[in-house]
């Protein structure tokens, strides 16, 4: 069949709009209809050329929900018609991972995944006779894409597709950050580096659990109104702070550190100074953001030493067949809030707009709707 896309040819060069071919599921596998995608800063940093697994061309958009329009051979837990988010983080329930019960990070495809490729070794998406790669196991900038079976959530079909799409991963990356990896506390402290379509979710997880203070920092001071809006009680404004005097504003919020810091920023110095920021002897950092290839991360082993700890999250923790449809009735039954977050709907023609408005630091979440 044809499918309108939104296509990567190469690094740093606007997305194109074109028809592409795409083959129908094969075993396994289902075509789903995607009607609204999110454009998160991940699609960015792999546009500019800054994943070291970025590869091109590709379908790029891994936030979205659509519905199930056919299902290959030996499909069993969706049929067509089924409204579904896709999940970048499968879950087979078979793997070493997902049977560990210690993790999401789900093994079973990741290998192909990361090569832009289906489970079998190839793609559905050609253009020209040429091959175009996956991406993230989504590509969702495509009206159509085929995605394995085990890379599906089905979800309830009165939640609507333009703001459901974002828990296909920033508001599970965020608020799962700190309901399933931090596993936050009533009445601990949390700081939150950078109040993006990511950091304003852990925001309102940390609300969600009734952490005691939630203190927000970013280089852009209009996030502080953001911020508050989903729970914030503090604000740091970043700019022109060296690390000594940002572990100092936030000990002073948090009576000497924060019980938890994360860092939604992607950026390696902002990532030391979250550790850095936390309470000595038990503070534990998240490291959400994706940092550029190539760079690393560094502390003085004293942090680790006198008892800081640092982890990482991936998709918020959650364990997307399962969660997932947990995380829609929580917004559909008003828990966490979605709607306000969404501050832009694009057409597929508009996409690179969205890509504009977020390094423009104008927008939270773009959403394209088809
Ligand atoms: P975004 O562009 O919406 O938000 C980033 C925010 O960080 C902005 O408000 C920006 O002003 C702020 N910021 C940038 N540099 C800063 C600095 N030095 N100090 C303080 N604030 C700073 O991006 P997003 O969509 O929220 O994504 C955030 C990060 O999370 C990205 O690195 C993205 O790739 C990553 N991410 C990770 C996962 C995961 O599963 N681990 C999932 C989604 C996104
Ligand atoms: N490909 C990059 C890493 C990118 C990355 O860490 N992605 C996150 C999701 S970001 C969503 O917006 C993730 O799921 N990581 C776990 C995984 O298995 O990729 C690189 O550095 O090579
Ligand atoms: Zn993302």
Redesign the pocket.
């Known amino acids: 069949m044809k499918t309108r896309a939104a296509v990567a040819f190469e690094a740093k060069r606007p997305l194109e709009i074109v028809e592409l071919d795409l083959e129908g599921p094969r075993a396994g596998e289902v075509l789903v209809e995607i009607m609204a995608t999110g454009i ?3 699609d960015a ?1 792999t546009l500019d050329g800054l994943d070291s697994e970025g590869l091109f061309p590709s379908v790029l958009g891994h936030e979205g929900a659509g519905i199930v329009r056919e299902v290959g051979a030996g499909v069993t837990s969706v049929v067509p018609g089924d409204h579904v988010i896709p999940l970048y983080t499968p879950e087979c329930r078979q793997c070493k991972s997902c049977l560990s019960g210690k993790t999401n990070l789900c093994t079973a495809i990741r290998a192909t995944q990361g090569k832009g490729l289906m489970p079998d070794g190839t793609t559905r998406f050609s253009y020209k006779g040429q091959p175009i790669f996956h991406y993230m196991g989504c590509s969702t900038f495509s009206n159509f894409t085929v995605l394995p079976e085990i890379a599906v959530a089905k979800i309830r079909t009165d939640a609507p597709f333009q703001t459901s799409c974002y828990i296909g ?2 508001v599970t ?1 965020g608020v799962g950050a700190v309901t399933n990896t931090a596993k936050v506390q009533a009445g601990e402290t949390v700081v939150v ?7 304003l979710n852990v925001i309102q997880g940390a609300r969600l659990v009734g952490a005691s203070r939630i203190v927000g ?4 001071p209009e ?1 502080e109104a953001w911020g508050r809006q989903f729970g914030m009680t503090d604000f740091i404004d ?1 700019r022109g702070k060296s690390r000594e005097e940002m572990i100092a504003a936030v000990a002073a919020l948090t009576d000497g550190g924060a019980d938890y810091s994360f860092d ?4 390696t110095d ?1 990532m030391r100074t979250a550790l850095e920021c936390c309470h000595r002897g038990w503070g534990t950092s998240i490291v ?3 940092a550029e290839a190539g760079k690393e991360i560094a502390t003085r082993p004293f942090q680790l030493v006198t008892g800081r700890n640092w982890r990482g ?4 923790g959650a364990k997307g067949r399962t969660d997932v449809p947990k995380i829609v009735d929580w917004y559909m039954d008003g828990k966490i809030a979605i709607d306000p977050m969404i501050t832009h709907i694009l057409s597929l023609d508009e996409i690179n707009k969205g890509f504009d408005l ?1 390094h423009a ?1 104008e927008s ?1 979440r773009s959403v394209v709707v088809y």
């Open positions: 998160c800063h991940t940093y991963c920033g990356t580096f950078g109040l993006g379509g990511i950091g920092v970013d280089l852009n996030r970043a939604a920023t992607g950026n902002v959400i953001g994706v999250t991936a998709f918020g977020m630091g939270i």
